[in-house]
DNA sequence: TAAATGTTAAATGTTGACAAAATGAGGCAA
DNA sequence: TTGCCTCATTTTGTCAACATTTAACATTTA
């Protein structure tokens, strides 16, 4: 029978904890599909693992939001409403204020060169990726711009909901529907932030922080809107079940 | 053998759901200090259940961020240094400025009248607390505002982890710290919440929030500085393992 | 005496089996 | 055909037993 293939560099913890994030993998690449129901059995034969490990496994990805329970009925892959999004959007992007908010406020009390330097070579990089349009580039540069501020404010608790709520965010994928973000704008209201940061003025960095997640927010809608055709969005959370 | 005395108001879904509650009750009733360690077969006898359904639910828990789980080792009742109140103050802070900004909006939208009685109403019940000096019920009223804010932003995974992070800081208890509040600023700091967001002022909202956030903050660190004697707090999160 | 090592008891990690609930197919009557 | 009921099958909920790891104690040795 064929065992867990070897988990990347993570020395084994507990079985439960590898085929969490396996299954976690799996949901995130689109393997499981929003709305799938998840087997058990099913789960515990392709893995090689008693029935209860990946039980144990799924309760935990419930918690964090990717799965959806329901008693004596299952678990099902979580399926995002427009609604649901735009509440991610929100709560994500307070995180994302208070986080600038925070950083801000450590670098008034003791400077921090390294992550300054660092917040505007991402500022740099991201202007060249601009120049060359290349977009790949921007969304890793982007996603590392936010990983350093939520790392830089020193709030472990922040940043694994931060967390959390991007990867569930990523369960919303509709057909067809590219985001194109203006990169221009984006690149200049992150320099808003970094300077905000550098001054040590929290007020201003989370005043800039959410002006950037607002109008992230306005671009995201509008481009759902003008990307959606006549298909609606699912009201229920668990519509499909296979 | 005694069985889990039964739940209050709530049908039962699944028994571990019932276990997690419980020992949820238990842990924020101070039953079960921070720094405690969970025995599963201990609890499994207690309840009645087997040691699989308190496994499940522990879990669960864990995932809450009420306990702390050591790989081979086991499950400890999350015990809070000053900085993870400070980190958790901040971010449950933002959210709920988030959501005074998202009630404002709404309200801009589609006038709520039930919601700004409400809100009146518990403004009005403060300030009668306040004038015969009833703490208790200041408590209960302040409580039953961010409530209520918290609900009017329509926003139910907020709601969720709000109520997660209230969750959390109850964890925080320290001999002999009496908090008490400057209820009439409070109050105030309140009323210009409201007053934004029956003008439909998202940005106003989100403002007087945040003050007043910074300001409960403020105060609860001057009660902590006064209070705290040359007792140290942990610096670890599992230190006493009983 | 104190550090290191071997041994034992207890707790957690994992599994397979049984019980209860939900789903779906088939038959029967209107 | 449509609607409803019954029953078999599938799937989840719960439990008890086995395997592994950890922690504490006893023993040995420098």
Redesign the pocket.
Known sequence: MMTVSKIIGAR?E?????VRSEIERWILAGELEPGQ??????L?NVM?????????AIRSLADSGLIV???????FVHQLTVDDICNLYDLRGAIFAMGCAAVARRMAGEWDEALIAALQKNLEDMRKAYDRDDRPAYYDLNIAFHDMILAGAQNPKAKGVYDGLVKEMHLFRRRGLSVSPNIAQSINEHANIVAAIAAGDSGAARRAATHHVESGLDRFLKTLSDGSTAEEHPKSDIAR?N
């Open positions: 084994r507990t079985l439960a904890g590898e129901k998840l087997n058990e059995v099913a515990a090689g693992v008693s029935r209860g490990t990946v039980r144990e329970l329901v008693a004596n009925r299952g678990a079940s």
